[in-house]
């Protein structure tokens, strides 16, 4: 009777290779790790230039991040290219933000009555100007109670469901994390 043979092990847990998991590779010893084992997500291992696992990091010192070629754009290793444009939710977009006045939310808010917000308004004067209406009464909708929290959507959603966020740093968008992971509002 012919053995199998087994299947490589990998990283600090000894497990065989997860297509479903992501894995980053040690520049040094050339073994490859489970990001979740080692503290490395996915989205965060764009960052590294070189990578050092928790055994070479004892010998080689820590894992060599990218170096910070400009403040503009989201992905900070293109060179200082000052034509390109500053990219939404960089450090120099904020701090340009700041520093600029914006008009009064009076001059340009619409304030109307839920039973007036209907389609055929919505046809003829598009979303041109921001629109407050003070009351829920007559647009159809019900929102939860003030006192709904983060842990009712984890309960109601199940602690493994991925949320994306919105309005992060990574300019409008981030990888979403899975309610479990402790994430906070």
Known sequence: MRKMAAAPLYCVCRQPYDV?????????CKDWFH???????????????VYHCPNCHVLHGPSLMKKRKNWHRHDYTEPDDRTRPVQAGTSVFVRELQ??????ADEILVRMQGHQVTPKYLEKHSFLSP??????????????????????VEHYVGQT?????????????????????GYRV
């Not at 469901?161 to 992971?181: D, H």
């Open 20 to 28: 479903s998991r992501f894995m980053i590779e040690c520049d040094i």
């Open 161 to 181: 469901c991925s949320v994306a966020i919105s309005g992060s740093s990574t300019g409008g968008f981030q990888p979403p994390p899975a309610m479990s992971s």
């Open 35 to 49: 990001g979740s084992c080692v503290q490395v997500e996915e989205h965060q291992a764009v960052d590294i230039d």
């Open 131 to 152: 629109i407050m209406v003070p009351q829920l009464d007559g647009l159809g909708l019900k929102l939860p109670p003030p006192s709904f929290s983060i842990e009712d």
């Open 99 to 104: 520093a600029r006045s914006f008009p009064s």
